[in-house]
């Protein structure tokens, strides 16, 4: 396995980062950019931004956010919300985005994450999946930030969603989201398990221990993290030397090299 990934996940509403509980709640937390340079400088690998108002109004504001982001920034910015045609994807690259993430657009219109493959290469699009608990050992996929149900098996849609040409999975569970409690390993071992593509754990972070497990008992190839970082409960860095003292591969930051030393 290559390195894994320690994600920084920022969702924005204007130019304001704020989180919910279960993609509810939203609370403000302040200006996004003071975020993304602090995480950037803690050693993130990269920097996750979700428009969350973006479907609800069927547009995305991200881009004067990206543009300002890449002047101090310089790790892979993956951009999603709102996106439902080329043009969108064109105009979050131009704005200096090296992904799109694709959930709501997706689902209404599958042959879009074909499209932004074809043009731009399956490396560019992430289908994110919000998943609800349904049963045991059984998800349904949400969009529209967790408010809609699409009526599909969140592992069923994940295997097409790789046939559609998505070069990445970002699993969410929405159960999990803001609550601190940990990742539903389960929904994540099923949906790695069943893709070959790389899968990002996202939803639920607490305790050091969470971001171990997804990866060693839910196969995940990277976390995306957010209250823990926003709350100052953990740092990048002390995520990464977790996941380092449990054998696992990650891109060391530069301060903990030095207390190597």
Not at 105 to 123: F, M, N, T, V
Not at 209 to 215: H, L, N, P, Y
Not at 224 to 246: C, F, P, T
């Amino acid at each position: 396995m290559e390195n894994v990934r320690v994600i920084a996940r920022l969702d924005v509403k204007n130019s304001d980062l704020v989180k919910g509980i279960q993609f509810e709640g939203l609370r403000k937390l302040g200006k996004q950019n003071e975020f993304a340079i602090k995480y950037y400088e803690q050693g993130a690998d990269e920097l996750l931004y979700i428009d969350i108002v973006a479907s609800l109004y069927e547009r995305n504001h991200l881009q004067e956010v990206i543009k300002e982001a890449t002047k101090n920034v310089f790790i892979p910015i993956t951009v999603g919300g709102g996106i439902r045609k080329i043009s969108d994807v064109e105009t979050l690259l131009n704005s200096g985005a090296d992904k799109v993430v694709v959930n709501t657009g997706g689902i209404k219109r599958p042959e879009l994450i074909s499209e932004i493959a074809k043009k731009y290469g399956s490396q560019c699009v992430v289908v994110s999946i919000e998943a609800k608990k349904m049963g045991s050992n059984k998800w349904e996929a949400y969009y529209d930030n967790g408010r809609e149900k699409s009526g599909l098996n969140a592992i069923e849609w994940a295997i097409e969603a790789e046939k559609l040409g998505a070069g990445e999975i970002l699993v969410t569970s929405v159960d999990r989201d803001g609550t601190e409690k940990g990742f539903d390993i389960d929904l994540i071992k099923s949906i790695s398990g069943a893709v070959s593509i790389p899968v990002i754990a996202g939803g639920g972070m607490g305790k050091l221990e969470d971001s171990i497990e997804a990866v060693k008992s839910g196969g995940a190839n990277a976390v995306a993290v957010a209250s823990v970082l926003h709350y100052n409960k953990h740092s990048i860095e002390d995520i990464k030397r977790a996941l380092y003292e449990h054998q696992i591969e990650v891109r060391r930051t530069y301060s903990e090299e030095n207390s190597d030393n």
